[in-house]
Nanobody, 124 residues
Framework: QVQLVESGGGSVQSGGSLRLSCAAS????????MAWFRQTPGKGREGVAG???????SYADAVKGRFILSRDNAKGTLYLQMDNLKPDDTATYYC??????????????????WGQGTQVTVSS
């Protein structure tokens, strides 16, 4: 089992920045793929960015050029630097981990482990 704990959410004005962190514990050796998702009320979880253990990050079009995903395998931590935030970025952000390295990072169904979520609110 893998436990994921997110931190770093908050409220900022449009154009501001936040940095999310996700600390993994437990069987972290099985976290081949990790990602951030976000969700707003009434909608499904949307892939934001994902990265395989030794791979390069991938991003959703909506955040390219504004968000940077990084992973510290030694610490078992995933980070999401979010710059130039927009009101449309307002959501609950979830960290996710998958035991499978070859699946698409974008789909929530491919992940077995989830954090509890952290709220990000961007005001105009």
């Amino acid at each position: 089992q893998v436990q994921l704990v997110e931190s770093g959410g908050g409220s900022v004005q449009s154009g501001g920045s936040l940095r999310l962190s996700c600390a993994a514990s437990g069987d972290t050796g099985s976290t081949y793929l990790m990602a951030w998702f976000r969700q707003t009320p009434g909608k499904g979880r949307e892939g934001v960015a994902g990265v395989r253990r030794e791979g390069r990050p991938s991003y959703a079009d909506a955040v390219k050029g504004r968000f940077i995903l990084s992973r510290d395998n030694a610490k078992g931590t995933l980070y999401l630097q979010m710059d130039n935030l927009k009101p449309d970025d307002t959501a609950t952000y979830y960290c996710a981990a998958s035991k499978y390295a070859s699946v698409s990072w974008y789909y929530a169904l491919n992940y077995q482990f989830w954090g509890q979520g952290t709220q990000v609110t961007v005001s105009s």
